[in-house]
């Protein structure tokens, strides 16, 4: 029978109300999770480890890492066939994408949890596991990189993205929809995975912020940001990649003190493109030397300029991660 690592990582899917707050906190085990996910043993070997008991808001990057690094040393092990990972979900999407982009295995790596704690009616951590479980064991799940499976349905963690903050289908790909689904511990898939990419790095030394564009906005917080030591600033513009006119000497100024600019989109479909030539238009934003940061939202666009920075200094290497086969023939 198949061996399966479970590692477990707080989130919503560890909570129970506590009567004193009336508020879901921490409180399940990994084992007394795993007590309810009945019958999975006839499906595979379960080898349980606690990770920690973080709520999603309170991972960092440098947890990422380590959950990272931890997740490889199961992956190594011959007896392994694949890794499942709880989570919080509120920061689900950008853990399993720094896993995705630092690890290099053609074994499944799974990350799944719940919208809904143990003290509410239909509580949906135990089929999220199992489904994540069976997704782990399957050979079609091999060579995908790191998978995200809730409410039945497995997307790519390079595309997934928390669109609903109470539903149970809340993790939703843009543009192109899920990868797969699980069906009656089945697991199907209807597309091919995007082109994985891998960034070796052994710790974050980068500092990258996160700028969303609004109307009538100035180049104050890249200012800010460029005078707090940020080597890479993520700025999600408006449309196809366009911002206010007064942002520009922000951007300008960021990028002569040889500051990372990765522009994406506040649209939640779509990429961005140099399609506008008016000021402050995609077109200027590339001639000064912006990258393009294709399809991705602004907090994934985040974590990879962090991983990419904790990699490398040289800004052609950092474009090329962002845009090759992209923008320009990179």
């Not at 960021?254 to 077109?283: L, M, Q, T």
């Not at 934003?285 to 300029?305: E, H, M, S, T, Y």
């Amino acid at each position: 029978m198949k061996k399966v690592a479970v590692i477990f990582n707080g989130g919503t899917i560890s909570m129970k109300v506590d009567p004193r707050i009336k508020a879901a906190v921490p409180s399940l085990t990994g084992e007394e999770i795993m007590s309810m996910v009945t019958g999975i043993e006839e499906y595979a070997e379960i080898e349980s480890h606690n990770f920690s008991t973080l709520p999603g808001p309170h991972m960092t990057p440098e947890i990422m890492l380590d959950l990272s690094k931890f997740i490889q040393s199961f992956l190594e092990r011959e007896d392994i066939t694949g890794v499942v990972v709880t989570h919080g979900t509120d920061s689900l999407e950008e853990t399993a994408y720094l896993v995705d982009l630092t690890i290099n295995s053609s074994k499944p790596v799974i990350f799944t949890g719940s919208m809904r704690s143990s003290s509410e009616l239909g509580y949906d951590g135990p089929s999220n596991l199992a489904e994540a479980i069976c997704t782990a064991i399957s050979e079609e799940a091999r060579d995908r990189g790191v998978l995200v499976c809730l409410n039945g349905e497995l997307n790519c963690a390079s595309e997934v993205t928390k669109s609903n903050s109470m539903s149970l289908n809340a993790f939703k790909t843009p543009n192109f929809g899920p990868i797969g689904i699980v069906d009656n511990n089945k697991v199907i898939f209807y597309r091919n995975s995007v082109e994985k990419q891998t960034v070796a790095i052994d710790k974050i030394n980068a500092k990258v912020a996160l700028i969303k564009c609004v109307a009538g906005m100035d180049s104050g917080m890249i200012n800010y940001c460029i005078d707090q030591g940020n080597q890479g600033i993520v700025v999600e513009a408006m449309g196809r990649g366009n911002i206010p006119p007064l942002m520009v000497e922000g951007i300008r100024l960021a990028i002569n003190k040889g500051v990372a600019v990765v522009v994406v989109s506040r649209c939640f479909e779509g990429r961005v493109f140099d399609s506008y030539g008016y000021h402050g238009g995609g077109k200027e934003l590339r001639n000064l030397g912006v990258i393009f940061g294709d399809n991705l939202p602004g907090q994934k666009a985040r974590i990879k300029l962090l991983v990419t920075l904790s990699h490398t200094n040289d800004i052609n290497k950092v474009r090329a991660t962002f845009e090759k086969g992209l923008y320009n023939n990179i």
